[in-house]
């Protein structure tokens, strides 16, 4: 629900401005904008709410909810968000801000700004099923490594993609000047990259069997997807 | 903090459209529409993490983010502020929604969009002090009627204050046609029942001494403040 929220806010027009998502008109295209920022924010509530009422343990319940709290706040999620705002800026004014065209700073925003919805969400699952230290420490690195994964992902099909499938208005990140991994690396270089760090996320599913095998065709999936 | 969130969303250009606030600039007039929506998602995160991490015991901390989750959602602050902003819809399109002038859903809206939060305030001091059963109902109860009193005031305000005490600019409920208290019942009368309001929050304050004091006090000043 966090991620459908964010999704929700994120194609606002003060936002990225998307009129398509999956194929299918907007939240704000088809129920205007107020509605649209009152959709996330209900969302966002009742994500807490579900985690508070579902989980059974107590501690648990707590656990999770200060783990996505802080996924989902200034530091992890709306931070990504408002450097990767702040970044489209200073890529067209390149004097204000030099180190913006930094790989390492590209990463800390999707690190934050995809990647720690990925981790959180892999890391909720570890702690409501008691996951022992080591599965949870798996669980956390395949999450980190998935998210960036499927960042570099979705800039290639930015690029690359095929309207029609990925269901969204392609080569507007590039076309605003945006910081990405293809504009940043080329793309063969940000292909491998995404694949390696799959391999990775794979790796770390060791102590994990027989859960291995789904989050596997899940990494895969990933940077397989034309959508 | 939930409250300070639903404020900066409040002023929003798809929404209020208030450049003032307390008479300074609203968020979205300094920092921009994109940082205000981030800002309002940041506080709604930040305030479940607070009550996470603050809250001493685990089964008090679950009880409150649930509350406050539930308080935020779709039934109550968010559908309330969803049904005022269809209200000024209906009310300059009457025949689409003949109920829409009724004092009924006046309050009802009220009551979620604007109670809801003054509910839960009191609801979460009395879950954390440990409140026995007769007191939580009583601070509930006092909630409640704060919460609809200060919203007549506010009404009453927008028609009667002065724009420099206020720091906001005024007028603009009735002036947009929106359902407000004086435009239902009169100012006299609408003056009458926040005063009444305030009287049973009150009473209810009776078995919560020394407490009771401050509260008392909080309740007056929401009927009498100028701003």
């Given at each position: 629900m966090i991620h459908t929220y964010s999704l929700v806010h994120d194609d606002l027009p003060a936002m990225d401005?998307?009129?398509?998502r999956r194929g299918r008109p907007t939240c704000h295209k088809v129920y205007g904008e107020a509605n649209a920022i009152l959709v996330g924010d209900a969302l966002q509530a009742l994500a807490f709410e579900v985690l508070a009422r579902g989980v059974q343990l107590a501690e648990t319940a707590v656990a999770c909810v200060a783990a996505l709290a802080h996924a989902a706040g200034a530091t992890a999620l709306v931070g990504g968000q408002a450097d990767d705002l702040a970044g489209q800026t200073a890529v067209q004014n390149p004097v204000q801000n030099p180190?913006?065209?930094?790989l390492a700073a590209l990463e800390m925003i999707h690190q934050r700004k995809t990647g720690a919805m990925f981790h959180v969400s892999l890391r909720l699952g570890g702690l409501v099923a008691g996951a022992d230290r080591e599965r949870q420490a798996a669980l956390e690195t395949y999450g980190r490594r998935l998210g960036l994964a499927f960042q570099i992902a979705d800039d290639l099909l930015d690029v690359q993609g095929e309207e029609s499938a990925v269901g969204k208005r392609l080569g507007k990140d590039s076309n605003k000047g945006k910081l990405t991994f293809p504009g940043l690396l080329g793309i063969d270089a940000s292909r491998q990259y995404a694949q390696r760090l799959i391999d990775e996320a794979i790796a770390a599913l060791a102590s994990l069997a027989p859960a291995e095998g789904r989050l596997a065709a899940l990494a895969r999936f990933v940077v397989e997807r034309n959508q």
């Open positions: 401005d998307d009129d398509l180190a913006s065209g930094d």
